[in-house]
C-alpha cells in the first residue's frame, strides 16, 4: 500500500499543495482530479521521486513506474531503442526480456523498427507507457495519460491500465476527462489550490453535491468545486 | 553514462546533416588555410609597367655598376610578386578586376630623373602607382606595400649615392686614379701623399724662414682634413641607413605564423564542434521531456553533465584530428608532438564542453542554445586574437580578464604550444581549461537545478 501523509510543497511564495494526505492499495486504481493548477503534477511528481515534498511522509512499497504528461521519448531512436536504453538507465536485471515484454504488452512488435518521430500520437503514448512499466513497478504513476488521444485509442489504453490493476499494480492517475475518473477509479482523489477537498469513490463524490439528482458526474464535480469557493 | 553516450551517438548518426556538417567543416576549414598557408608565393601580387629604354643606365659618379632597367625591377619585386605587363591600359585592367592588388609603373625618364640628383638642376623622381581601393582595409594594406616599396628603393638609392661618396672621400684622402667618362683619366694626389710631401719639402727649407712656418700651417691643415674625412666615411654610412633594429622579445612566446594559424584553425573547430554539440545535446534533452525521466533513475544530475561533457571531448577529439591530418597534406604538422597535441586537444575539448553544458542548461531549448552559444563564442574568439598594443592599456586589461573567463584563450594557447616547441608553456594552459571545465561544470549543474 502507498501512503502520503500531510504532503506539503512549495514554489516560492506559492504553496502547491498542502498537507495532502492519501493511501492506495494494491491493484487499486486511483484518480487525482482537479482544476489547472491543483497541483496533481507536483503530486505525481514528488510520487515518482523528480521533486522532494517539503513537509510529509511517504510511502511507497517497491518500485514506481513514471509516465509523463508529455511523452519523455528520443524521436530520432527506434522503438526497441527507447525501451531498451531506458531499461539500462532503470537497471533492469534483463534488458531483453523486459524489453519484448513491453513490446508484446503494448502490441508494437511489429513497429519495433520504427523510430518513434514516425508514429501517431497514440502509439507514442503506448510507448511512453511502455517505459513506465519496463522496471515492471508495484506502483504506476500516470499523469494525464489520455491527452491528445483519440476516442478508440484512449479505450484501448483504458483496457491495458485496467489489466495492469488487475494483475496487481497499483495505478495512480490524473485526469482532465472527469468521466474517465468515474469510470475506470476504483476511487477519486480531489485537489484545488493544492488542498485536498474530496477522497472517496466517485459515487460518494455524487452523493457529496447538493444538486445530488444529476446524473452528469462532471457536472456533479464542477458543483462540488463551485460549493467549496472554487 | 555509456548507454546515454551511445544514445546520443545513435541520435548523431541518424542526422545525417549535422554529421556532414561535422565532417566536412574541419576538412574545409583545413584545406583552406592548408592552401593559403602552402601557397608558392605570400607576397602580394603587383602589375609591373617598366618603360624605361632597354640600353639605358643610370650611374653615379664613375662606379661602373650602374642602375638600369632590369636591376630596378629587380629591387622593386623583391618585396611584391611583380607580374610583368606590357602597356599600361594592360595594368589598368589587372586593377581593376582584382587580379593585382595595384600597378607600378616606372616612367620613361626614371633614370634621368635620377641622374638629375647630382646636378644642378635636380627633379624629384617619380613612379606611378594605380590601386583599386574597393575596401578600407584594401587601400590600407596597399598603402602600407607601397610606402614600404618606396621607402626601400629610396633607401637602395641613398645607399649607393653614400658609397659612391665614400670612394671619392677614399680619393681625396688617399688618392688614386679618377675616371672622367668621355674626357680623360688623371691622378688624383691625395692628402696623404699631399702631406709627405709637404714634410720633406719643409724639411729642405731654413727652420727661421717666414717660408717653412707658412708651409707647416699648410701641413697641419692637411692632416686635419685628412683626420675628418676620415671620420666623415662612418657618417655618410649612418647617413644612408641612420636607423637599424635591434629586436629584443620581453614579453610572449611566439610561435610561426603557420602554426598559429593552424592552432587558430583547430581551436575554432574545437568551439564551434564541441559548444554547439553539448548545448544543442542537453537542451534536447529537455525538448524531448527526457530530462526528469533520466534523471530519476541511476544517472542523475550529475552524471548526465558529465556525459554530455564526455560526449564534447569525444566528438572535438575526433573532428580536430580531422582538420590536422586534413592539413598535414598542405602544411608540415610535427606528429612527433602528437601526444601533446592529444593532451592539448582533450583539455580544450573538455573546457568547450563544460562551457557548452552551461549554456545548454541556461538555454533549455535546442534553437535558443544553438543561437546563445554562436553570440558568446564568436565574440570570445574575436576578443582572443586581439593583439596587445592595439588598443590602450585599460582596454587591454579588461579584454585579457574576459579571456580569461571563457576556454577559447587557453585552448588556443595550449594548441599552440602543443603544436610547436617554439609556442608558449602548454602546462599552464592546460591547468586554465581544467579550471574552466570545473567552474562551468558547477554553473551547468546549476542550471539544471531549473531544467526540469
Known amino acids: ?230 | 553514462m555509456r548507454w546515454l553516450l551511445l544514445k546520443d551517438l545513435q541520435i548523431l548518426r541518424r542526422s545525417p546533416l549535422i554529421v556532414a556538417l561535422l565532417i566536412a567543416y574541419p576538412v574545409a576549414l583545413g584545406v583552406l588555410i592548408g592552401f593559403a598557408l602552402s601557397g608558392d608565393d605570400s607576397r602580394p601580387r603587383v602589375a609591373f609597367l617598366n618603360e624605361i629604354p632597354e640600353d639605358e643606365q643610370f650611374q653615379i659618379g664613375g662606379d661602373e655598376e650602374g642602375i638600369d632597367r632590369g636591376l630596378a625591377r629587380n629591387q622593386l619585386c623583391e618585396r611584391v610578386q611583380c607580374v610583368d605587363v606590357e602597356t599600361r591600359a594592360e595594368a589598368e585592367q589587372m586593377v581593376e578586376d582584382g587580379d593585382v592588388l595595384a600597378a607600378l609603373i616606372l616612367p620613361e625618364d626614371l633614370l634621368d630623373q635620377l641622374e638629375s640628383l647630382a646636378s644642378l638642376n635636380p627633379q624629384e623622381p617619380m613612379v606611378e602607382v594605380l590601386v583599386n581601393e574597393d575596401d578600407p582595409v584594401k587601400a590600407s594594406l596597399v598603402d602600407d606595400r607601397i610606402q614600404a616599396l618606396i621607402t626601400e628603393a629610396n633607401l637602395i638609392l641613398s645607399q649607393r649615392i653614400s658609397d659612391e661618396a665614400a670612394n671619392y672621400l677614399d680619393l681625396l684622402i688617399d688618392g688614386g686614379q679618377f675616371d672622367l667618362p668621355l674626357i680623360a683619366d688623371f691622378d688624383v694626389l691625395g692628402l696623404v701623399k699631399s702631406g709627405a710631401i709637404l714634410n720633406a719639402v719643409s724639411e729642405e727649407l731654413p727652420r727661421d724662414g717666414d717660408a717653412r712656418a707658412a708651409l707647416q700651417s699648410v701641413i697641419r691643415f692637411a692632416r686635419l682634413a685628412q683626420e675628418n674625412l676620415d671620420f666623415a666615411l662612418p657618417l655618410l654610412g649612418a647617413v644612408a641607413e641612420p636607423i637599424s633594429v635591434d629586436k629584443t622579445v620581453v614579453s610572449g612566446d611566439s610561435s610561426a605564423l603557420d602554426t598559429f594559424a593552424i592552432a587558430v584553425a583547430a581551436t575554432v573547430t574545437l568551439m564551434f564542434v564541441t559548444v554547439l554539440l553539448v548545448a544543442g545535446s542537453l537542451a534536447l534533452e529537455r525538448e524531448e521531456n527526457a530530462f526528469a525521466r533520466i534523471t530519476r533513475g541511476a544517472v542523475g544530475p550529475s552524471g548526465l553533465l558529465a556525459e554530455k561533457v564526455l560526449l564534447g571531448i569525444v566528438a572535438s577529439f575526433a573532428v580536430t584530428l580531422l582538420l590536422l591530418v586534413a592539413l598535414t597534406a598542405l602544411v608540415s604538422i610535427e606528429w612527433q608532438r602528437a601526444p601533446l597535441i592529444a593532451l592539448a586537444i582533450l583539455a580544450a575539448g573538455g573546457a568547450f564542453a563544460s562551457f557548452g553544458a552551461a549554456i545548454g542548461g541556461s538555454a533549455k531549448e535546442v534553437r535558443a542554445s544553438s543561437l546563445l552559444a554562436f553570440m558568446v563564442s564568436l565574440p570570445i574568439a574575436f576578443l582572443s586574437l586581439v593583439p596587445s598594443g592595439t588598443v590602450s592599456g585599460g582596454v587591454f586589461k579588461a579584454i585579457e580578464i574576459i579571456r580569461a573567463l571563457f576556454p577559447f584563450d587557453p585552448a588556443l594557447d595550449a594548441m599552440q604550444g602543443a603544436l610547436d616547441a617554439a609556442g608558449p608553456d602548454i602546462l599552464v594552459p592546460l591547468l586554465h581549461c581544467a579550471a574552466i571545465l570545473v567552474v562551468y561544470g558547477v554553473l551547468a549543474r546549476l542550471a539544471l537545478r531549473r531544467f526540469a
Do not use: C
Request: charged share 25%; glycine share 10%; hydrophobic share 40%.
Open chain 1, 1 to 230: 500500500m502507498i501512503e502520503a501523509h500531510e504532503i506539503g510543497k512549495k514554489f516560492g511564495d506559492r504553496a502547491a499543495l498542502r498537507s495532502v494526505s492519501f493511501e492506495a492499495a494494491t491493484g487499486e486504481l486511483l484518480a487525482v482530479i482537479g482544476p489547472n493548477g491543483a497541483g496533481k503534477t507536483t503530486l505525481l511528481s514528488i510520487l515518482a521521486g523528480i521533486r522532494e515534498a517539503d513537509s510529509g511522509t511517504l510511502t511507497v512499497p517497491g518500485k514506481v513506474g513514471w509516465v509523463p504528461q508529455q511523452a519523455s521519448l528520443y524521436r530520432r531512436l527506434t522503438v526497441a531503442e527507447n525501451l531498451r536504453l531506458f531499461a539500462h538507465l532503470e537497471q533492469v536485471v534483463d534488458v531483453d526480456v523486459a524489453v519484448e515484454r513491453m513490446l508484446d504488452q503494448t502490441a508494437l512488435g511489429e513497429r519495433r523498427d520504427d523510430q518513434v518521430g514516425t508514429l501517431s500520437g497514440g502509439n507514442q503514448q503506448r510507448v511512453n507507457i511502455a517505459i513506465g512499466l519496463l522496471s515492471a513497478p508495484t506502483v504506476l504513476l500516470l499523469d494525464e495519460p489520455s491527452t491528445g488521444l483519440d476516442p478508440r485509442q484512449r479505450e484501448r489504453l483504458w483496457e491495458f491500465v485496467l489489466d495492469l490493476a488487475g494483475a496487481g499494480t497499483t495505478v495512480i492517475y490524473t485526469t482532465h476527462h472527469v468521466l474517465e475518473a468515474e469510470r475506470y477509479g476504483s476511487r477519486v482523489l480531489v485537489l484545488a489550490d493544492g488542498e485536498r477537498l474530496f477522497d472517496g469513490t466517485a459515487a460518494e463524490l455524487h452523493a457529496a453535491v447538493s444538486d445530488s439528482q444529476t446524473r452528469d458526474f462532471e457536472r456533479a464535480f464542477v458543483s462540488f468545486l463551485r460549493e467549496r469557493g472554487h
